[in-house]
C-alpha cells in the first residue's frame, strides 16, 4: 500500500489498536481477532518479545491487514521493523531522526507528543499523524479540544487510557484516530485465548467512532 493509502484507512477506521502483550503468539493471536472484528490496523508495540517476527509473520499471512510498528530507540530499530514489513512506525515521544527518515522515504509516521510546541514541531517534521499521548491523563478529550482550537490543521491520534466510555468523545473533541490498548485487547481475553471477546469489543470501537462521527455532520 502507499502512503497516501495508509493514511487514508486510519483516517476512515479512526482506530489504531496497540497490541501490548507478553509473547508473540498472543500478538500475533489478538492481531488476528482484532481485524476479524472489523478494525484492519494494527501497532505491533516494541515491548513484545520478537516484535520484528511478529510484524513480518502478520504482513504475510494477512496482506490486507496494516501493520506499523512502535519504536523507542532510534533509527536503526525503526529501520528494523520495515524490514520485517511495518507499513507505518509509531513512538510515544518525538525522534525527529526516525520522523525526517520516515518522511523521506515516503513511510507514515505517527510521532508521539503531549504539549503544544512538541505537537507542532513534529506537524513541522512531516509527520502524517501526531500521537497525543498519554492524553487521558492531561485533561482527556478537553484537552484534545484545545490542541485543535489553534492546530485544527494537524490531525491528531488520542492515546493513552482510551476507554469504551471515552472514545467518542475524544472524536467529537477532534480527534482524527484513536490509539487504544487494554479496553480493546484485554490481557484475560488474550491469555484464555477467548477471540470473540476481543472482536466484540473491536465491532464496538468501529460504532463507536461511527456514531461519533455522525453526531458531527
Known sequence: MTREEI??????????????????????????????????????TATIPDSSRVIHDLTRRYPSLIVGAEVLFGLEEARRQLDAGAMFITGP??????????????????????????????????ADFVKVFPCSYVGAENYIRALKAPLPHVPLVAAGGITQSSAARFIAAGADALGVGEDLIPREAVRIREGAWIRELASRFVNFVRQARAGME
Open 7 to 44: 493514511r487514508k484507512q486510519i483516517r476512515a477506521t479512526g482506530l489504531i489498536p496497540s497490541i501490548r502483550v507478553d509473547s508473540a503468539e498472543s500478538a500475533i493471536f489478538a492481531a488476528e481477532n482484532v481485524a476479524a472484528g472489523g478494525i484492519p490496523i494494527v501497532e505491533i
Open 93 to 126: 515521544g518525538f525522534d525527529w531522526e526516525i520522523t525526517k527518515d520516515c518522511v523521506e522515504h515516503k513511510i507514515v509516521v505517527i510521532p508521539g507528543a503531549l504539549t503544544a510546541t512538541e505537537v507542532m514541531l513534529a506537524h513541522k517534521a512531516g
